[in-house]
């Protein structure tokens, strides 16, 4: 068992105000898949990402990776915890705007003992012709790329997306989700991917539908379809 999710309830608020937004989130993920959450918009699927990616904690149960447990960690392990085995992509890009496009990617092999080589994760990422250049003289696609680069320089164990096309048209959302789909099948990472875009689940190893703060379905997709035959 590569992830597993045991129990995880999470609320918000005090009395009467409290709402329960996680209500006791039972699920294992295998390693090298990739499983998307959908669900929703206040369904509770990001803040299943936030616990999984130790952003946020739980009120109880845990999450474990490879048998280590979050909630055993105190800060410091936790900060390490984060730094070795997570890679994180946003819907906003979060890219430091004065350094170019290697130096963005480059902040994620800092953070890494074992990382990737910069120059030949430019090339996966069609970017090596664009890596002098500063974010804000890149597409909305490139800069998407750029960050899923910084995330996966690290080599990460699993790459976190909370809805990684969610900004981005559908030419470029495809591409997104197929660049996604390449880096899962070249570097092995666990991808965890949050949406509400139905379609998205086809490209899928497994699907876990949430509502209302609980697991409606969880299944492996026996159809699985590549990203670039996506439709919607």
Known sequence: MFLEINQIKKGFG??????EVLKGIDVS????EICVLLGPSGSGKSTLLNIIGGIDSADSGYIAINGEKTADMNEKQLSLYRRKHLGYVFQMYNLIPNLNIKENVEVGAYLSSNPLDVDELLHTLGLYEHRHKLPNQL?????QRTAIGRAIVKNPDILLCDEPTGALDYKTSKEILKL?????????????M???????????DRVIKLRDGMIRKNFVNTNKISATELDW
């Open 139 to 143: 597409s909305g696609g490139q800069q």
């Open 29 to 32: 993920i295998e390693k090298g």
């Open 14 to 19: 005090e009395g009467e105000s409290r709402v």
């Open 194 to 204: 949050v949406t509400h875009n139905d379609a998205i689940q086809n490209m899928a």
């Open 180 to 192: 996604i789909e390449d880096v899962n099948k070249k570097y092995g990472n666990t991808v965890v």
